[in-house]
């Protein structure tokens, strides 16, 4: 099956995915002070919360459904980052 997600026509959800993907990588590799997590976990949380607002914005959720438009996001977020 064909990707909901075009490259170029959805650069921008691409995009986010891959903030999204960022700040997760972040506070994976994180090492410091506990104090220090919530606000790296705000910063995961925030970084999602536009994503998924975007993603629902552009139609794609109401055509095809979250899981098919998130893991197609998260596909193309991954070729991506591959070049």
Known sequence: MASVIDPERHADLIEKQREV???FAELDAFD???E???ALRE???Q???AK???LEDSGLVTEHG???A???LKRAARAAERG
């Open 21 to 23: 993907f960022a700040r």
């Open 32 to 34: 410091g002070p506990d």
């Open 36 to 38: 220090e997590r919530p």
């Open 43 to 45: 910063r995961v949380r």
């Open 47 to 49: 970084a999602a919360a």
């Open 52 to 54: 998924n607002q975007a």
């Open 66 to 68: 979250w899981y098919t």
């Open 70 to 72: 998130e893991q197609d």
